[in-house]
């Protein structure tokens, strides 16, 4: 091994959410004598994105997240509504504290290395890590990056963009209810078969993040989210007096392809003899939604509890349930490419279900039974049921 620099027993390719959220996972089941590589081109010193998620658990909101609410308010027309979401509470955790409290429990942490540098390939039949300096050698690798340049979605699959462009404003007057995020407010500049709404996260009366999104299948400019966040609060927010502190703008790719590898024969290639994917490329970005951190931290828990088990990972140790993957592929079809409007879809759900069962069947926790209600109550739920056989079809012949 002596054309590598090292032999780590886990190499992280990548040191983002997912990567920094395995890291903590392999803390608590690594033996006492494990080496642990974490390779990322930045060193995740500055706030890059901002996570949301809804949850029962306390545990890591307590300890990072800027804000926590109780309460959701959803808009489109005439319709409006503010509803609480016990037994559940919404959270959102800023990227530069969750990584700032992953870095300090790793750095206390002999087992751990971290290094900054390009990561160009990754071998899975060799367990090697390809950098812009060197080669790294690995038992186990945990590939955590995305990069859209190596993936070429085929025309049967979607690919929908959730694009944002946030502004986190100070305002002079006390305009923002600081109990109650506005969830979806679907009151928008324009009209446009695509799901685009308002989402405003108000930390006090006169703080918030106003972030305007759009699900489109091909990048917007940069400009048409600033036309829209200023129309926004000249239109809806009262507010006369205020000033942009910082923005956000990115987007998160929501897909149903399944990301496949010459080494799998399955088709998926998300555990390829000496590497595991997680993170986008292992469907952990919900395709319906673009939810991620939870889904991505029950992920990791479920790798590492059959790590520990067992020693080793497969697939179905941490997929979602094909149901789900089918519905979720039906539903991003129906919705991304204008099948079915995205906010009747969204509004219906609102409108129908109770909030316990909406968040349960987001979290991919409802049974199959309910599932099928769900998609009978919706607008144009001919055409989401024709997608779905479509998606059933397609998955029977894998």
């Known amino acids: 091994m002596s054309q590598f620099s090292s032999k780590y027993d886990y190499i992280l390719a990548g040191g983002g959410l997912s990567g920094q959220m395995m890291a903590l996972e392999l803390q608590r089941i690594a033996s006492t004598d494990a080496r642990i590589l974490i390779i990322d081109r930045d060193t995740k ?15 890591l909101s307590d300890q990072l997240a800027r804000k926590i609410w109780s309460n959701i308010y959803v808009r489109k027309g005439d319709f409006e509504k503010t509803m609480s979401i016990a037994p559940y509470h919404y959270a959102t955790i800023r990227g530069i504290d969750f990584y700032n409290f992953s870095k300090e429990k790793i750095k206390a942490d002999a087992r751990f290395e971290w290094i900054q540098e390009e990561i160009q390939s990754v071998n899975a039949e060799q367990g090697v890590v ?32 959730q694009q944002f ?33 308002f989402y405003v ?25 600033d036309q829209h966040l200023e129309w926004y609060f000249k239109e809806k927010l009262p507010a006369t007096q205020f000033e942009i502190e910082e923005t956000e703008f990115d987007f998160i790719p929501m897909t149903d392809f399944p990301f496949p590898d010459n080494l799998s024969r399955t088709g998926f290639g998300r555990v390829n003899k000496k590497v595991v994917n997680i993170g986008t490329t292992a469907a952990f970005v919900k395709a319906s939604t673009g939810y991620c951190f939870t889904r991505t931290q029950e ?47 969204f509004t219906s759900l609102f409108k129908k279900m109770p909030i316990d069962f909406l968040f349960r069947f987001l979290d991919e926790k409802a049974s199959l039974y309910e599932i099928i209600r769900t998609m009978l109550s919706v607008p144009n739920k001919g055409k989401l049921i024709n997608s779905t056989f479509r998606k059933l079809l397609k998955m029977s012949k894998l």
Do not use: C
């Not at 500055?46 to 545990?59: A, E, G, K, M, V």
């Not at 300096?133 to 963009?161: C, Q, R």
């Open 45 to 59: 010193a500055q706030n890059d994105r901002t996570w949301s998620y809804w949850s029962t658990d306390r545990t």
């Open 130 to 161: 390809k950098t812009s300096a060197k080669s790294y050698a690995g038992e186990l690798i945990f590939k955590s990056y995305f990069d859209p340049k190596e993936i070429s979605i085929p025309s049967e699959n979607i690919m929908v963009y």
């Open 165 to 197: 462009k946030g502004w986190f404003v100070k305002t002079e007057e006390p305009i923002f209810d600081d109990k109650t995020v506005t969830f979806m407010d679907f009151t928008t500049l324009e009209k446009t078969h695509e799901t685009r709404f």
């Open 201 to 225: 996260l108000p930390f006090s009366k006169t703080e918030a993040l106003v972030e305007y999104t759009a699900f489109a299948e091909t990048l917007l400019e940069e400009a048409v989210f």
């Open 299 to 345: 992920k990791i828990r479920q790798i590492g509890k059959t790590l520990e088990q067992r020693g080793k990972v497969a697939e179905s140790d941490f997929a979602s349930p094909i149901h789900y993957r089918i519905f979720d592929s039906a539903m991003l079809d129906a919705t991304g490419r204008g099948g079915v409007r995205g906010d009747d879809f």
